[in-house]
C-alpha cells in the first residue's frame, strides 16, 4: 500500500509526527525511494520533534523543521475559508497540518504520505482501552466508514488548498478490508493498536512503538484547548485592532461571508430560482 503511492518521478514529501503510524509510512516508503523529504512541525520542546528528528536521522532522510507561531487573524481567516466549516475544533486542529503544507509548497512538494486512517482501523484513541473485544470491531468498523465525514476532509482541504495530493497508504482498499476482517481477539481487550504494534517491533524503534497516543498538535507543542477553550490556547489571544475578538463570532461571521454559503441562502430565501442555479 506505501509502494503504490510512491510518486517515483516526483520528491516525495511525508507528513511526520514521530508516532507510530507516520513513523512507519517513512520507514516503509525509505525502502523504495531515497527521494524522499520529511515535514516535521513542533516546537524546540515538542514531544514529536524528537521523536521524528531521530528516526530521520537514523533512516538518513532529508527533513525540515516548522516551528510553529501563533496563528495570526489573516492566518484565521484562511483556516475557515480552507475548511469551509465554522466549526471550531475542526479549524483549530488544521493550524499544524496548515504549516506542514504551507512548507512542503515552498519546497515544490507535490504529493505527500501520511499516517492518517491508522487510529480508526486499528483501534489506536485512549477510548479504545475502556471497550471490550466484543465491541472492537463495530468501534473501529464505523470510525472508518465514518473517515470521509470526519478527518479526511479537514486533510484533504488544507492540503488541496496548496495544491498538494495527500496519500494515505493505511487507507487502501485492500488494508481496510484485510483488518476489518480480522478477529477482534488479534486486537487485544483494553488496548490500543496491539495488532499493528506487534507488526511493526521488527521495524521501528522500540520507544516509537512504546510511545502514547497523542493528538497531532499537542504532539508538536501547540495547544488548541477543548470545548472549554482553556487559556493556553493560542487561537484565543487573537485580535482585530486592539481587541480580542470573540472566537466563536468571529468564525460565524468569516464563514457566513463565503461565497458558497451566499448561494445557498439565496436559494433557501428565493426557492424560485433555483433551477437557475443548478
Not at 241 to 266: H, M, P, R, T
Request: a positive charge.
Amino acid at each position: 500500500s506505501v509502494k503504490k503511492r510512491i510518486p517515483f518521478k516526483l520528491k516525495l514529501g511525508i507528513l511526520l509526527s514521530g508516532g507510530l503510524d507516520s513513523s512507519a509510512i517513512l520507514t516503509i516508503a525509505k525502502k523504495y525511494t531515497d527521494n524522499i523529504e520529511a515535514f516535521i512541525v513542533g516546537t524546540n520542546n515538542s514531544i514529536d520533534l524528537k521523536y521524528a528528528v531521530s528516526l530521520c536521522k537514523k533512516l538518513k532522510i532529508n527533513y525540515k523543521i516548522i516551528i510553529p507561531q501563533n496563528p495570526k487573524l489573516k492566518d484565521l481567516d484562511n483556516l475557515v475559508k480552507i475548511t469551509e466549516t465554522n466549526e471550531l475544533n475542526t479549524i483549530m486542529h488544521s493550524w499544524v497540518a496548515y504549516l506542514a503544507c504551507k512548507e512542503m509548497k515552498k519546497n515544490k512538494i507535490k504529493v505527500a504520505l501520511t499516517g492518517e486512517g491508522a487510529d480508526e482501523l486499528f483501534g489506536g484513541y485512549s477510548e479504545f482501552k475502556k471497550i471490550s473485544i466484543e465491541k472492537n470491531h463495530k468501534a473501529r468498523k464505523l470510525l472508518t466508514e465514518d473517515l470521509h465525514l470526519t478527518q479526511l476532509p479537514r486533510l484533504d482541504r488544507t492540503s488541496m488548498a496548496f495544491t498538494i495530493e495527500m496519500r494515505s497508504p493505511f487507507l487502501d482498499t485492500g488494508l481496510v478490508n484485510k483488518a476489518l476482517k480480522l478477529e477482534d481477539s488479534n486486537y487485544g481487550e483494553h488496548s490500543t493498536k496491539g495488532i499493528l504494534k506487534e507488526a511493526l517491533k521488527d521495524i521501528l524503534p522500540i520507544e516509537i512503538i512504546k510511545r502514547e497516543k497523542m493528538p497531532f498538535s499537542s504532539g508538536a507543542g501547540i495547544f488548541v484547548g477543548d470545548k472549554e477553550f482553556p487559556e493556553e490556547n493560542v487561537f484565543l489571544n487573537l485580535k482585530q485592532g486592539n481587541k480580542k475578538i470573540n472566537l466563536k463570532k468571529y468564525v460565524n461571521k468569516i464563514y457566513n461571508s463565503l461565497l458558497f454559503n451566499k448561494i445557498v441562502a439565496e436559494r433557501a430565501i428565493n426557492k424560485e430560482n433555483l433551477i437557475s442555479h443548478i
